[in-house]
């Protein structure tokens, strides 16, 4: 191959490279931050919609685009990160300072999981159990309103009362988060 071929090559190479990032993904990526006791605490994620991206079409969500039983991604696209400066305490369980994957373990029945793993980095179904640093307990509640985009939020309140919550589809889960003292 000649000179000239490979610049050519590598010039339409790094054209389709940029052109690729610069599309605006289905999932955009969120972030919420609270600041809870002097710890500052985020959660980036990916945002996914109820309705298909491709056919605009509703979607079943849970159980079905994200079945029971099943470990789901907390999310779209990266793995969903967790950040803290201090240590917490999420659903009884000690979390130390630093960073980690959020995944769900949801139940149809039963006592769906929060789960804290300590594997960061990956994309969103690079799942490794033996990474879990622990699983939590969460409180699942129907509501009539439809959220169409999946969402997570820290709320604040009393020194006892916040709760790291997830909404989507008509289904919220949620779980306490406090520092641990």
Not at 96 to 122: D, H, R, V
Not at 149 to 175: D, P, Y
């Amino acid at each position: 191959m000649n000179r000239s071929l490979a610049s050519v090559i590598i010039v339409c190479l790094t054209a389709v490279a940029a052109t690729a990032q610069d599309k605006p993904r289905v999932s955009p990526t969120q972030t919420v931050k609270a600041q809870i006791d002097g710890a500052d605490v985020s959660i980036t994620y990916g945002a996914p919609f109820t309705k298909d991206p491709k056919t605009g079409e509703s979607r079943k969500i849970w159980g079905g685009l994200v079945p029971y039983g099943q470990v789901w991604r907390t999310g779209a696209n990266e793995a969903t990160t967790l950040t803290t400066t201090k240590a917490l305490e999420i659903g009884g369980t000690t979390v130390p300072a630093g960073s980690y994957t959020l995944f769900t373990l949801p139940e149809e029945k039963g006592a769906s999981k929060l789960i804290i793993n300590k594997q960061t980095g990956q994309w969103g179904t690079k799942y490794d159990q033996s990474q879990d640093l622990a699983r939590v307990d969460l409180t699942k509640k129907t509501s009539d309103k439809q959220v169409d985009q999946f969402a997570m939020a820290i709320t604040t309140g009393s020194k006892e009362s916040h709760n790291l919550s997830m909404r989507w589809e008509t289904t919220e889960f949620s779980v306490p988060i406090k520092v641990k003292s």
